[in-house]
């Protein structure tokens, strides 16, 4: 599978962070409408075995997520707060060159790439036709999170392409697409609108001894045989639910709820050299929806190789 970085620039507030898995849906949504369902049907024909695409989150340009490790796998710099150091979750990309203990040592915040008023909340009304007023219960006001990025904020995505099965020239425009039409929730009244700005090939240097990885999106590592002493990770519950017209369909929008290990866990040991994502399909055959029981969903991550080394290992 070719590397490639998609660098996007926002275009209005999004009221969904820019996940992998849910980034993978939006792709076979787009696929669908602008090729034909046949089209999607034989790019997910083996799945389970061999994807045609595996997606990352987005992350601010030229930074990586912090992987979840314990604090001390990391060295701190003097006059460092233990709390300070907890919002520091941006690694610039350059520093993962170096040894991974240095890592924290230029981290940033949110507040830092974001800005004080990144994430804000948005006010709604749901009105009675009857009353023509908001009233109580289902009617009351309520809010809604979004986050606004400055002007200047760049989104970096990694991809991994099969370009034998989609080209990347069609990629491109099933990118275009979603930024035109919108990504995630309320994107019908204008969010998660995007441009496209530049795609290109990335490799992420294979440090020294790599016996480790860490995911750029969410996975399902269950039943990998991996190391459970030297993996670590937070774990997530996905409450999906189908989008365009799947979600006015008969039995709901609603999928079965998934459990997930999030971005920025670190494995070991490391997959096979020449495999670039870590992780499994999960779905098909109903397991997910029954409005559409052929859904999958992406349990698949891209990762970054990384060298845990014996002392830190057995520190932590």
């Not at 209005?12 to 792709?27: E, N």
């Not at 804000?120 to 023509?132: A, D, V």
């Not at 929008?253 to 670190?266: E, M, N, S």
Request: neutral net charge; glycine residues 8%; proline residues 7%.
């Amino acid at each position: 599978m070719k590397e490639y970085r998609i660098e996007l620039t926002p275009l209005s507030a999004f009221g969904s962070l820019l996940r992998g898995d849910t980034l993978f849906g939006q792709m076979c949504w787009a696929i669908a409408n602008r090729y034909g369902e046949e089209r999607l049907r034989e790019l997910l024909v083996d799945y389970s075995t061999h994807p045609f695409a595996v997606c990352s989150d987005g992350f601010p340009n030229g930074y990586l997520p912090r992987p979840s490790l314990p604090i001390r796998y990391f060295t701190p710099q003097e006059g460092d707060d233990r709390k300070v150091i907890k919002k520091k979750r941006w690694i610039p990309k350059k520093d993962t060159s170096k040894p991974l203990s240095q890592w924290l040592h230029n981290a940033k915040s949110d507040k830092d790439l974001v800005g004080e008023n990144g994430n804000q909340q948005q006010p709604h009304n749901s009105i009675n036709r009857l009353t023509g007023t908001t009233g109580g219960d289902m009617f009351a006001p309520y809010h809604q999170p979004q986050t606004w990025y400055q002007s200047d904020t760049r989104l970096d995505i990694y991809l991994l392409l099969d370009e034998m099965r989609l080209l990347l020239a069609e990629i491109k425009t099933i990118f275009i697409d979603i930024g035109t039409f919108g990504y995630g929730r309320d994107a019908s009244i204008g969010l998660g609108k995007f441009e496209c700005t530049n795609f290109s090939e990335w490799n992420f240097p294979l440090p020294e001894e790599a016996n480790a990885c860490m995911t750029l999106a969410p996975c399902a590592p269950q039943g990998l045989g991996l190391d459970n002493d030297r993996s670590y990770y937070n774990v997530f519950t996905r409450f999906g639910r189908h989008g365009d017209v799947a979600a006015h369909k008969q039995h709901g929008p609603f999928k079965a709820p998934v459990l997930l290990a999030d971005t920025a866990a670190v494995f070991s040991p490391m997959p096979l050299i020449g495999q670039r994502y870590l992780g499994q399909a999960l779905g098909g055959n109903g397991e997910l929806s029954r409005t559409i029981p052929a859904t999958v969903h992406q349990g698949y991550a891209p990762y970054i190789p990384v060298h845990l080394s014996a002392q830190q290992q057995e520190t932590a």
